[in-house]
């Protein structure tokens, strides 16, 4: 089977940098991804990674260690509307869907 | 570009009724899932279809049915709601096996069961 293991809150203040982490376990592996959630709407993809490295878009950055079975999401100059929730989710089977970990809160305050 | 529709947005059900949450999606996407929500959970797959005809279950199957007739369609059945089933229900759906395109999410079905 496959799990995922992220911190449920992250704080931080407009401006900052924040580092969203996420450790997983698959019997395969066929990529990381990662999904924002603002309350009471739809998960939006944000990103994927099937490399090890670090993908950069915009202000987001997500990066990969396979060895680690680690990854992390990256946020820098935070905005009051990167308050929401952040997935990680793997593939751990070809042809299976996308399993998620129990996601990662975070509050920007001013 | 309507991408994923679900109906209903939200819907309330005694115990022991039975209902179908409707999914379509109008991207010629041949990969489609099903996921409950529940606070504190994050997203739990329940049954997921990788083409039509093929569907295979996820981590929390039971007391739910799927069928895949079209590539569009991917309705998800309660065959006898229980309170343990109320939760917002969200379909997906993807281009890709990888994950790499992304999954496009639709806006979900707020359940309740009395």
């Known amino acids: 089977g496959q799990s995922l293991e992220q911190p449920s809150e992250v704080t931080a203040v407009e401006g900052a940098i924040v580092q969203m982490n996420c450790t997983y376990q698959?019997?395969?592996?066929?990529?990381l991804s990662w999904y924002q959630q603002h309350d009471g709407g739809a998960p939006t993809f944000l990103s994927y990674n099937a490399l090890d490295g670090l993908e950069e878009t915009g202000r987001f950055s997500s990066f990969l260690s396979r060895s680690d079975s680690y990854g992390y999401l990256l946020l820098q100059e935070l905005q009051m509307k990167d308050s929401a929730s952040y997935f990680c989710?793997?593939?751990?089977?070809?042809?299976?869907?996308?399993?998620f970990g129990k996601g990662t809160t975070l509050s920007v305050s001013s | 570009n309507a991408g994923v529709t679900q109906t209903p947005k939200f819907q309330v059900l005694k115990t022991g009724q039975s209902m179908t949450l409707q999914c379509a999606q109008d991207?010629?996407?041949?990969?489609m899932s099903w996921y409950r929500q529940d606070p504190g959970m994050g997203l739990r797959l329940i049954h997921y279809?990788?083409?039509?005809?093929?569907?295979d279950q996820g981590e929390v199957p039971n007391g739910y049915n799927v069928s895949r007739s079209t590539t569009e369609d991917f309705p998800l059945r309660l065959l006898s709601a229980a309170p343990s089933q109320t939760s917002v229900y969200f379909c997906?759906?993807?281009?890709?096996?990888?994950?790499?395109?992304?999954?496009?999410f639709g806006s979900g079905t707020r359940l309740t069961v009395v």
């Open positions: 991207m010629n996407h041949e990969y």
């Open positions: 698959t019997s395969g592996f066929y990529g």
């Open positions: 279809s990788v083409g039509a005809g093929i569907t």
């Open positions: 989710a793997v593939r751990g089977q070809a042809g299976t869907a996308l399993i």
């Open positions: 997906a759906s993807s281009y890709a096996a990888t994950g790499q395109s992304g999954y496009t």
